[in-house]
């Protein structure tokens, strides 16, 4: 009965929609029009290039939140300037395809210029490697405490020079408290240029010293009947998606209360072992996403709630980030392909379990209903047709209901060098955007998985404490694997 009703309502919604879709067409085909000829002309007399639809929805940072994505790799050694120059030039900057003849990532040698109809990547016609690639230079790095202020402060920061590039890397040399020499790579890139996992595409297969095309994005190759039905079924369901979106309310919790500054504050956990993590997903028949979430949702609302005696009230929700690529070769250039998906996290449970699997509801209802590809699709559509500034409206309308962003990024299951060093540490902080406070990332490497969290300074007013209650329950999971 719920499927026919499902049906007859999807099905007066697209009787609404295809007349309004149809009247727009002449609007619809002549910013089509003007867009094309603009991109020719400045084309033809300054080799701009048009940026892609889906990467307008990135040109909407705030004041807070700045719309770039970061992240660590630390090597064992010490890693010279010079050299790291020269492999940023030889393997991001200049690096091209296999003719010789165009370059795979033309973005980071462009500044972002809006146009009359469209925004275009602008060549940087004075690039300097320096204004991109530096090290640190301020008082030697006493401790990890002192590690994570120094990066918390960095990551803070707008990218100045609007004329450049917007990603930088920088260079942090530090001796860790067993007396070993350690650098730490701290890179930035804007959303506007590419996914987190095309960027981890880039760290793990192209920058680092791997073997190419190995380990960092699993992702089943669909054929092409596969990916047509997979399309129309995330089409058929566009409107019911964005209604819910709509009608979603606003969080009521303490962190999206706070009236969020400019600073932010970054923390990760120890290196946790995936194969505890493989071996819980089989027995609960649930997947790595919904047991990390679940774990993560639980240390969350313990934290919010360590002084409450009462029930527990308050609401959570997060923009899930998903990749919609259909196979790799999508991830080998800078390009999003992601899909904010807007889902509530369990705020109630008597143990892990009990989160897990509610989790696990929630993820399964958005797969049923090819969530990602509607929004996908929806996006990219009203990034064609409005106005940033009136598109900047309405993702922030959805996007500001919610309290933080999660992000999962599956990284190579084996230990890979960077200029012959040894990279022991990976992790990233996906970006908040609008009013949200957190950004939260699960991230794989050589068998082991870390939680990274990015958060406003006025919101999270404890971070250890909610990274020590997430390493607590997934340890706590090992208790109830089966032997």
Known sequence: MFVLLEFVFLLILWTILVPILVASLPVIIALYLLRKIEAIARSRTSSALPIRREDVLWL?????????????????GYLPLDDFRKTVLERLVNKTDAKGRNKIYPEVSMHIEPGLFDYYWQPDLEFNISEHVSRYEGNPISNSDHLRQIIGLHVSKPFANKKKSPWEFMLIPHVNEFGNQKTVLLFRLSHAISDGSSLAYFLINVLADSPPNQGVIVKKTFTQTQKVLFYMKG?????????????????NNQIHRSKLS?????????????QLLKTVKTDLKSTINDILVGCFAKALNDHLNRDQNDLKTDTVSAVFAVDTRSNVEQAKIFRNHVAGVIAPLPNSGASTHDYISKSKRCFDQIKQVGAPISLYFGWRFMSFLLPVALLKFFVHHMVNKTTLCISNLIGPQYSITLCNLPIECVNFWPPPTGNEAMGVSFCSYDECIRMGVLADSNALDDGDELISLFEENVSALEESVTV
């Open 60 to 76: 909407m940072p705030t004041t807070e939140n700045q719309q770039i994505i970061s992240g660590v790799l630390e090597v064992d």
């Open 235 to 251: 089409l058929w369901y566009l409107p019911m998606v964005y209604i819910k979106i709509f009608v979603h309310s606003n969080d």
């Open 262 to 274: 400019t600073e932010k504050k970054v923390y990760w956990t120890k290196p946790l072992p995936l």
